[in-house]
């Protein structure tokens, strides 16, 4: 026997509603939707003869209806309520979000993840593309902006693997990387998001064997590309990338067996090399992963124009650079990122005259013009 909940239904809705009023009722104070904009569905339903069918159910034709119902009726519109959004577009955004539409607060959308898929295609691997994270970034952003929409920035989450390990280097600039990764997203216009082990640098595991791994989707895909002609080591490898696990590993307190994390053996392994990387050795290390994005943190807290400002893309022209401005009424601050492993020259020097840094992964100062940026460096300039 097969249950099936249509939001067509519209005590279906009331349950649901009930559900949001439970939760409230304990004190709860804002809520995450997951794959929300997939409520809808059409009324008939077509093969789809150009793709895998999700064009005919996401952002369906009720979706918005049923969330300014859902909103409405609990009473949540001025909570914090973030929607996960599978696939989604920019204009749907914009509705979901508009604060005159009394949707939500903000949305996810994965976009930005997908950089390094190869033709589209989560388990074949390629190198990130740069030009088109910028430019994912640039049109949302932008977008987003100037249709007054909001979004959630961020990297991680339970679906995706450690952006150090991903966009980052695990080895030589670990810290300065994991600094830049972090300081890119959260000087972004919206709300950034901390996944848990971001905050200290963590990396995928690096399993070795797939007994290791608990991911349904992980261990049918090891099947499928073995079927496929990958070797062992090859599938493992494309795992070691790709996997929802990576991000699953149990956080990283302190240095004991099982990390802080607890007295009994968890349910999935931690990875074997995690030296430095814990809340503990951190907490006491000024320079550490941690402390800058508790620095990130009070920045956003301290500086309006973080929170609120608008946005302005520069140095477009260099692949490796993310560059941006924050603008507000009380000035600007510049932003500065190098993705990249080497060295990167900026199209024109930064005037420093009159200027401070707020924020950088490097110790040394930059007190004359800048012109150069070192490997994954970052800077936020006033």
């Known amino acids: 026997m097969h249950l099936l909940l249509s939001w067509d239904n519209p005590e279906v809705r009331n349950e649901l509603k009930k559900v949001i009023l439970f939760w409230k009722d304990k004190g709860v104070r804002g809520f995450r939707f997951d794959v929300v904009n997939l409520i809808s569905k059409p009324e008939i339903f077509r093969d789809d003869e150009e793709g895998d069918g999700r064009r005919f159910y996401t952002d369906g034709p009720h979706v918005h209806e049923y969330l300014k119902e859902l909103v409405a009726d609990t009473g949540i ?99 300065e990387s994991a600094k830049m990764l972090a300081c890119s997203i959260h000087m972004l216009r919206g709300t950034p998001y901390i996944y848990q082990g971001e905050e200290i640098g963590m990396m995928n595991p690096h399993f070795d064997k797939i007994e290791d791994y608990r991911d349904v989707e992980s261990i049918n895909y090891y099947k499928i590309l073995r079927e496929s002609g990958k070797s062992k080591e090859e599938a493992l490898h494309i795992l070691g990338e790709r996997s929802r696990d990576n991000s699953r590993t149990p956080m990283q307190w302190d240095n004991t067996k099982y990390a802080g994390f607890s007295e009994a053996e968890p349910w999935i392994s931690l990875p074997e090399d995690r030296e430095g990387v814990n809340v503990s050795d951190q907490e006491a290390d000024e320079d550490s992963v941690l402390n800058f994005y508790r620095k990130l943190v009070n920045l956003r807290m301290e500086y309006e124009v973080i929170r609120d400002g608008s946005i302005e893309f520069i140095f477009d022209s260099v692949k490796e650079i993310l560059a941006y401005k924050r603008v507000g009424e009380d000035g600007d601050i510049l932003v500065l990122n190098n993705m990249s492993k080497d060295e990167v020259s900026l199209p024109q020097s930064i005037d420093m005259t009159g200027r401070k840094i707020l924020l950088s992964n490097y110790n040394e100062s930059r007190i004359s013009g800048i012109d150069v940026l070192r490997p994954y460096e970052c800077i936020v300039i006033q």
């Open 77 to 175: 519109e001025d909570m914090l309520t973030v929607g996960e959004m599978s696939s989604t577009c920019i204009d749907h955004c914009i509705r979901y979000t508009d604060p005159g539409e009394k949707e939500l607060s903000m949305c996810f959308n994965f976009h930005h993840l997908k950089i390094d898929y190869k033709d589209g295609e989560k388990w074949e691997l390629q190198r990130p593309d740069y030009d088109k994270l910028k430019d994912i970034f640039r049109e949302w952003q932008l977008r987003m902006q100037e249709k007054n929409g909001w979004n959630a920035v961020f990297w991680c989450n339970h679906d995706q693997p450690r952006v150090v390990s991903r966009l980052g280097d695990e080895h030589k600039y670990w810290k």
